[in-house]
């Protein structure tokens, strides 16, 4: 089962700051990945001040990462995409679980303990809770349950140093806290797991304005499959930006230098497709993934 009809969002991202005595540098990942499976039909980036700026693409992830060198004053990244995403759909019911032997070399990594993920030290619970569980899609789905269940969206919960296993033990988070422990208790049962960041597209607006979003992938099946642990957002509606081995990889932003944040401001929306019907993303009960397969 596949879905031939793609879905064409629309973003803007606003970051503003304050660099203080010396000067900063910024490392920012905002861009929209280019992807097999996700196009980037226009794009414009806006940085006032003429800041020099050098784009690097992680080949593994296709991550775009922005540094800048900024002087002391205000400064503000101003950058908009307009993305074609041709989502693979499939019936979760048949997918299993990839055994290590068939993994592909650059799926490994993301099988072992991380900063915010230390499934090390999950792995008896993990066990306990899903080990007897079949060993397919449907495992990976009930531990994404499982996550959103017992953990509660509580904005501020959490700081910059929050684990998985602080996260299970306290009981509530935001959407990377979500993911660090679905990642966590993922890998501590063998299935891979990566942190990836997107915008959270469909989310409550009670829980606040369009924002960052962190959301799953897991490896099963041969595929990257899209999980969000959170429920908060509508995962056919995240545009991929990176992925890496927790949030530690995938920060949209990180800052060296004495730096004051000020404004942020972030929207998405559905825009028509070439023949002129807006698609809206939608919870549905397949699969989903924007892999191109085994070795995407």
Known sequence: MNS??????????????AVQAAG???????????????HVLGETLSLP???PV????????????????????????????????VHHLEDPTGIQETGIPALPGSVLPFLYPSRY?????????????????WQGYGRVQAICDWVQRNVAFVPGSSCGTTTAADTL???????????????ALCRAINIPARFTTGLDYGADPALGPTDFHAYVEAYVGGRWRIFDPSGTAIPMGFVRLTSGRDAADSAYASIFGNVVPQARRLAIWAVPGQDGVVREPYRGWEAVSTDDGPSA
């Not at 031939?4 to 700051?17: F, G, M, N, Q």
């Not at 900063?24 to 499976?37: C, K, S």
């Not at 002087?71 to 503000?76: F, L, R, S």
């Open 4 to 17: 031939p009809i793609p879905v064409r969002l629309a973003y803007e991202v606003d970051l503003s700051y």
């Open 24 to 38: 900063a540098d910024f490392i920012f990942n905002v861009q929209a990945a280019r992807t097999p499976r996700q």
């Open 49 to 51: 001040g003429g800041a």
């Open 54 to 85: 050098r784009e690097d693409t992680d080949p593994e992830t296709r991550g775009r990462f922005l540094r800048v060198r900024a002087d002391v004053g205000p400064i503000t990244l101003r950058y908009a995409a307009t993305v074609e995403i």
């Open 117 to 133: 993920c230390p499934s090390d030290t999950l792995n008896a619970f993990a066990m306990a809770q899903f080990g007897s569980l």
């Open 169 to 183: 033990r306290q009981g509530q988070g935001v959407c990377r806290d979500f993911a660090h422990l679905m990642i």
